[in-house]
């Protein structure tokens, strides 16, 4: 079965700073695909970014990216100039069979001013 | 833009009742999830559904059941409340094309309390 770690409880940044939220994975599988949400304590779930097991470039959405290590197992997202907006839960996520998530235990992030 | 609505943001229910939370999508997608989100443990996968009146049980189905019905449409049923599914659901739909395309758009979440 597939397992996602996110091993960072909890995250301080200063604002204008560059965070990086860890995620690795465990799987046989060779065609998948990793997400990453934001919850913000109002507890929607926001889609910010997807890299494919196949893409050879590592996936950009405005401030954020991923860097996608795929023989480490890793895809790790990196905010770039952190706004106090920022401050939330962050979860990464498995793309498996059946198109069903697995879901890491999240990172919850400060930005202090 | 995608939107996924649930029927109640916060509920508080008594043990025995049977609870009924609603999601419904507008996006005409294929595939409804349905998680329950406890802190430290993330999201887990209580029931998914990829076609009308299809449904495949997830990592923690027990003690709960689910219906659709209609496309947009994705109930998950709590038979019998107890304190232990006191938790936020959270409902989610994406369409099938593969890739970036299978994005899951999620609904507000409700909480729901049983006493």
């Known amino acids: 079965a597939q397992k996602i770690t996110q091993t960072q409880p909890g995250m301080f940044v200063q604002e204008k700073e560059a965070v990086t939220l860890d995620c690795t994975y465990d799987?046989?599988?060779?065609?998948?695909?990793l997400f990453w949400y934001k919850q913000p304590s109002s507890g929607e779930m926001i889609f910010l970014i997807y890299?494919?097991?196949?893409?050879?470039q590592n996936a950009t959405e405005g401030r954020y990216s991923l860097n996608f290590q795929k023989a480490r197992k890793s895809a790790n997202l990196v905010i770039s100039a952190s706004q106090l907006g920022d401050s939330a839960m962050y979860f990464c996520?498995?793309?498996?069979?059946?198109?069903?998530?697995?879901f890491g235990s999240g990172t919850r992030l400060q930005v202090q001013p | 833009d995608v939107k996924v609505t649930q029927s109640s943001r916060y509920l508080v229910k008594r043990t025995g009742e049977k609870v009924f939370l609603e999601c419904v999508q507008d996006?005409?997608?294929?595939?409804m999830f349905w998680y329950r989100q406890d802190p430290g443990l993330g999201l887990r996968l209580i029931y998914f559904?990829?076609?009308?009146?299809?449904?495949e049980k997830g990592d923690i189905p027990e003690g709960y059941s689910v219906s659709r019905e209609k496309k947009e449409r994705f109930s998950l049923i709590l038979e019998s409340a107890s304190t232990n599914q006191t938790s936020m659901y959270l409902c989610?739909?994406?369409?099938?094309?593969?890739?970036?395309?299978?994005?899951?758009?999620f609904g507000p979440g409700t909480r729901l309390l049983v006493l």
């Open positions: 989610a739909s994406s369409p099938t094309s593969g890739g970036e395309a299978e994005t899951q758009y």
């Open positions: 799987t046989s599988d060779q065609s998948y695909g």
């Open positions: 890299q494919g097991s196949y893409d050879e």
């Open positions: 996520a498995f793309s498996r069979g059946r198109r069903a998530l697995t």
């Open positions: 996006m005409d997608h294929e595939n």
């Open positions: 559904s990829y076609d009308v009146k299809m449904k």
